[in-house]
């Protein structure tokens, strides 16, 4: 059951012994959270507890019911109130009245019955409260954050009072599950609602399948370190309860409080900024500005170097090589940079990189999920990406191992690394230890053309990768790729590719 927590502010101690006796709370789905003997006591009382329903004398010294009441609604409209008093005087009656305030009770009539007849008015008042008002404050929230440019400003999208059931303090999460696959985004929110805002004055609002924002009511009282253990601490809860409930990690990142309504979304923003630095951290992080590590500035450079070399290792069936370094690129150099642009550059020059290698015989399931990872690498970090592009290395070692015998394998392999140099059917038959007619036909059957002739188009297509760089000459390019002579090169890539090598194309 669902508790309504319950503050009693009376300077009398006799008085507030009665009343802690008249019903048995817990029972009927309150507690006493707190008592204080005058309204400045109850006000900072109510900061930090933030109460369900506050019940009080009007007449107490250092300051009076009505004066804390007011102060009490500016920070939370929707708490609800029992006014006390031992005088039959209307005037209280009337302003109470006018803060909205109806219930109003005479200490010598208060009794259990009337006690729990209140206490339960209000909290059905609550409910209903919390039912029709969530979803047009749920609404407002995500028109705000969404900015609708139909409207001049944000400021024609709700007010604090409309939005939030608090003024002041206020904290901003940005968060979203670490693996959404099969999850009710409707069971997720209903769970955070009942099992971690139960406690907490908060609104919580979905922005996309990947991401949810929540703000909550932070006490004007706490200072910047308290602030930063109290909102860590509410992150982690929230973290244990998904796991919990779900079986699943959250990544949460935790914005700038702010303290008046105008900050929202300056605030939103930085948040979500730094929520969308979760790709180049493990899953079931808690993200603060504070706590990163300085970004590393990587050039560009380096990066195309890097997916040149891989190329170049998947060329050459070199996989193992190629897993290493995705894994490298991936979990080191990136996660320095912490530059979301240049990882979706990465993860898209990847993707054309495997749709070049013959793909076409693999499980379709593989090939879907490549043709997906455009649209689901933003919710992947870059660990469970350089999982996802190993495996896919993997599987083109398993198409190559199921395609070719192990002694053409080893054969092809070691002409991809020395094809510069000058390789002969003689040489293949010796590392093969078969005779040069066996290598020939057992070449040509499983790869399709006969060994001289592979050779060739290997030399070629690796001629027409350097000269598309633009950064070699001809005779550099001939003599990088194994000819002797630039003439005989020239004439057989003129015969393979229709174009000579000095054409602008390349």
Not at 92 to 111: C, M, N, P, Q, T
Not at 167 to 183: I, S
Not at 337 to 362: G, P, T, W, Y
Not at 442 to 450: A, D, T
Request: with cysteine; glycine share 6%; proline share 3%.
């Amino acid at each position: 059951m669902e508790m309504m927590k319950v503050i009693l502010v009376e300077d009398e101690d006799i008085v507030r012994e009665d009343i802690r006796r008249l019903i048995d709370w817990e029972r009927q789905g309150f507690v006493i959270a707190a008592e204080a003997r005058n309204g400045g006591e109850g006000l900072a009382l109510f900061h930090e507890i933030n109460p369900d329903i506050v019940i009080t004398d009007i007449k107490m010294p250092v300051m009076g019911g009505l004066d804390m009441v007011k102060e009490m609604i500016k920070k939370q409209p929707d708490t609800k109130f029992i006014l006390l008093t031992a005088y039959g005087d209307f005037d209280f009656a009337r302003e109470a009245i006018k803060l909205g305030i109806g219930s109003y009770v005479l200490k010598h009539e208060l009794d259990g019955s009337l006690l729990l007849e209140e206490l339960n008015k209000l909290k059905q008042r609550l409910h209903e409260e919390k039912s029709t008002g969530h979803l047009a404050r749920m609404g407002l929230l995500r028109m705000r954050l969404k900015r609708n440019p139909g409207l001049e400003s944000a400021e024609d999208i709700g007010q604090p009072g409309h939005i939030f059931r608090w003024e002041g303090k206020t904290g901003v999460f940005v968060f979203g599950l670490d693996d959404e696959a099969g999850m009710d985004k409707r069971e997720l929110m209903e769970c955070i609602h009942t099992r971690v805002l139960a406690d907490t004055a908060g609104e919580l609002v979905d922005l996309s399948d990947h991401m949810y924002v929540m703000f909550i009511r932070v006490s004007e009282q706490s200072s910047e370190r308290k602030t930063y253990e109290m909102t860590n601490e509410f992150a982690s809860r929230m973290q244990s309860q998904i796991a919990k409930t779900f079986g699943r990690t959250a990544t949460v990142a935790i914005g700038p409080v702010f303290h008046h309504f105008r900050e929202l979304e300056a605030s939103f923003q930085k948040t979500k900024e730094l929520f969308s630095l979760r790709v180049f951290s493990k899953e079931g992080s808690i993200l603060t500005a504070i706590q990163l590590p300085q970004a590393v500035t990587i050039p560009p450079a380096f990066v195309t170097g890097a997916l040149s070399e891989l190329r170049e290792r998947l060329a050459h069936r070199q996989y193992d090589q190629a897993k290493a370094q995705l894994q490298q690129l991936f979990t080191r150099d990136l996660v320095l940079a912490q530059n979301v642009s240049m990882l979706r550059n990465v993860v898209m020059e990847l993707i054309r990189m495997f749709h070049e290698r013959d793909i076409s015989n693999l499980n379709p399931a593989v090939i879907e999920s490549l043709e997906q990872l455009p649209d689901v690498h933003q919710s992947l970090n870059v660990y469970r990406l350089a999982e996802r592009f190993k495996r896919l290395v993997e599987l083109l070692e398993e198409q190559l191992n199921a395609k070719y015998s192990k002694k053409i394998r080893e054969l092809l392999q070691y002409i991809h690394e020395n094809y510069q140099g000058d390789i002969t059917l003689n040489q293949a038959a010796d590392r093969l230890g078969f005779s040069i007619i066996y290598t020939s036909q057992l070449f040509k059957k499983e790869v399709g053309v006969p060994f001289v002739a592979y050779i060739t188009r290997y030399r070629i297509e690796k001629a027409k990768a350097l000269l598309e760089t633009g950064k070699y000459k001809v005779y550099e390019v001939s003599e990088m790729v194994g000819y002797q002579t630039v003439p005989y090169f020239c004439k057989t890539f003129k015969r393979l590719t229709g174009k000579n090598p000095g054409d602008l194309n390349y």
